[in-house]
Every structure is written in structure tokens, then in C-alpha cells.
């Protein structure tokens, strides 16, 4: 029997959520994605440990107007991951804003994601790199960090893995 993991994917309108969640579960790129009016969401079974899981990602889109759905869906999630784009630094700051949005509803643990980084050098990382540091110093519910690109594919698995590793511990 198969359960059903809750999962959030947050962050501002245009950081890539969307196409961060179609390279996890269709393992494409689509470079004319559009901005998610609303919600969407996205499912991926795996066996963990012997285990059948249906993840469900619910898929917000960043806008303001639609912030307020996020109190609908939040009941039940374990985890979320709350992305900014590395080539937009306001979208670093608002991200503190997703998190405490998140934290209204309980502790859930917040696993950041940089996106977009083949569209930057390294020493543009540095500013947000010290950013993140402080946020992950000031919150203790978030529980990693990673760059990822969703053109090239670069960490995307990778940081699906990795939550699954914290929040299973």
C-alpha cells in the first residue's frame, strides 16, 4: 500500500518552481513555461526502504495574490522547498517572507533551492551563499541548501534526495 507524502514548492512568481518540478518528475526542460495561476501539483512514487510513497508537490504560485492559498494547502505537508532564483537577489529576501508564511502554519522543514545558477559566475554565488547562511542561522527549520539549474538538470535529484534523507531521519 502506497502512502502519500505532502510536499510544498514555494517561492516567488518566475524562480522556477514549475520547471524545477518538471525535471524531478518528467526529467524535461521546457524554456516557454508559463507563470502557474493558482495551484498545481506534481506526483512521484518511490520506494524508500522498502517502502511505496506517492509524493505529491504542491506547486504555489509565487504572486502575491495568490500567497493567501497557501493556508489551504499547507495542513498535512512534511516538508517544502522554497526556491529563488540566483540571477534575482529581492528574490533571496522574499524567500524569508515564504518561510515565514510556512511557519505560520508549524514548524515545517524548509529546504532552500538557488535556481537558474548556469546563468550566473561564481562569484555572484558569494552574496547569496552569506544571505542563505543567515537565514539558515536564524530559522531552525531549515534543514539544507543547494544551486540547481532545471535547464541543465545540474542538483535537481540531487536535492529531491537530500530532503528525503533529512526528513526520513
Do not use: P
Not at 124 to 153: A, H, Q
Request: hydrophobic share 40%; aromatic share 14%; proline share 0%.
Amino acid at each position: 500500500m502506497k502512502k502519500t507524502v505532502k510536499l510544498i514548492v514555494s517561492g516567488d512568481g518566475g524562480v522556477g518552481k514549475t520547471s524545477f518540478l518538471n525535471r524531478l518528475i518528467h526529467d524535461n526542460f521546457d524554456g516557454n513555461c508559463k507563470l502557474t495561476k493558482g495551484v498545481d501539483f506534481f506526483s512521484k512514487t518511490l520506494t524508500v526502504n522498502g517502502h511505496e510513497y506517492n509524493f505529491v508537490m504542491w506547486d504555489f504560485a509565487g504572486q502575491n495574490q495568490f500567497k493567501q492559498l497557501l493556508t489551504n494547502f499547507v495542513d498535512g505537508s512534511i516538508a517544502a522547498f522554497i526556491l529563488f532564483d540566483l540571477s534575482r537577489f529581492n528574490t533571496l529576501e522574499n524567500a524569508e517572507q515564504w518561510i515565514q508564511k510556512l511557519n505560520e502554519y508549524g514548524n515545517i522543514s524548509a529546504f532552500l533551492l538557488g535556481t537558474k545558477c548556469d546563468m550566473i559566475n561564481l562569484h555572484e554565488c558569494k552574496v547569496f551563499d552569506k544571505y542563505v547562511s543567515e537565514i539558515i542561522n536564524k530559522y531552525n527549520n531549515i534543514i539544507g541548501y543547494l544551486k540547481i539549474s532545471s535547464k541543465t538538470g545540474y542538483n535537481v535529484k540531487e536535492a529531491f534526495n537530500s530532503l528525503l534523507k533529512r526528513i526520513s531521519n
